[in-house]
């Protein structure tokens, strides 16, 4: 029997994910620290007092007034699902379907991995070698001005996963002047980590988004939240395609708990800064490896064969990513700044003393 399955995504490949389990897991930039116990604590009982018969809001309406309020945007803009990945495929639907997805290589995985499923046109706009945006390509790779031929989406996270480079604002407002028939989407998931982020470039342009996550700084990857910080006119938009009452009662608590106590991320990236420098300056006692400046929770490191050092690390217990599939990361594996002794841990698996 044929399925009535479409092309695009019998031809998919599957997320390109296997989870392996080792005692120091490194190998998806969450959080190096669970959720505050104290504010677990804090989260059940709210939960316990709130009736879970009942529907949560439509469109999240609290959590996104209270997200709103943390990260001066109005709430009217502010459009939270269940993860960020989620809004990656859902702004695809909603400037896309049929029209252009345009992004660089190396990229987070999913960008492509939607424009296929969803049968976009897609462009991935080589990064330099030395992995830095090339934006003159991003441009010239649009083709018209708005008006002319088929539009879409453009996404560039900042920082960039998984290189951890950060692409100059002047260079994002450039890129933004020249694509007004474009939705420009910048995936902000480890904003937090960066010296600064692009909300007041979102603020001057109406086709400009934000993504920003729960999942990293936050610490709630569990949890599964995300939200797009868009002007009112995207948003308005953009709602429609959000399953309504899609965000659980469990889900609001916890991120409004959160939010209410937001001096635990500071805490966090404070020392994920001081741990990422760390290891960074550690690396460069290593004979081979190279590991690249990062703006993000997580270090690329280009070695000379990223099988061997995966496997080398992981029977010392140390789980990290490998990259080399990646266009331009032969070589490379990505390792997420853990605690204090996990990094340690990381180091001594790679052969430097610690
Ligand atoms: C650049 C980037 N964007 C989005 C996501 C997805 O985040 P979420 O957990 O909110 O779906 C990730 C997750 O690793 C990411 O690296």
Known sequence: MTLPIRPAVLHSPDYPFSPVNAPVKLDQNESFADFPHELKAI????MHDLPWHRYTDLNAEALSAAIAAHDGWA???TVVTTGSNVLIALLIQLCALGGRVVTVKPNFALYALDAKLLGASLTEVPLRTDMSLDMDAVIASLGGTAGEGPHGVIYIP???????????????ERLAQACPGWLLVVDEAYHQFAPDDA????????????????????????????????????????????????VSLMQSVCAQVALEHPAYVQERVILTLRERERLATALQAHPTWRALPSHANFLLIRTPDAAAAHAALLTQGVLVRRQDSLPGLQGCIRVTVGTVDENSAFLRAAGLGV
Not at 43 to 46: D, F, G, I, N, P
Not at 158 to 172: F, Q, V, W, Y
Not at 221 to 246: E, H, N
């Open 43 to 46: 989260a059940l009982q709210r």
């Open 75 to 77: 709430a009217s803009g």
């Open 158 to 172: 900042r920082p960039h996963a998984p290189t951890g480079s950060l692409c100059a604002l002047d260079e994002l």
């Open 199 to 246: 909300r007041e470039l979102a603020l001057r342009h109406a086709h400009v988004v934000l993504l920003r996550t729960f999942s990293k700084a936050w610490g709630l990857a569990g949890v599964r939240l995300g939200y797009a910080l868009a002007s009112d006119a995207v948003a308005r938009q953009l709602r429609k395609l959000v399953p309504p009452f899609g």
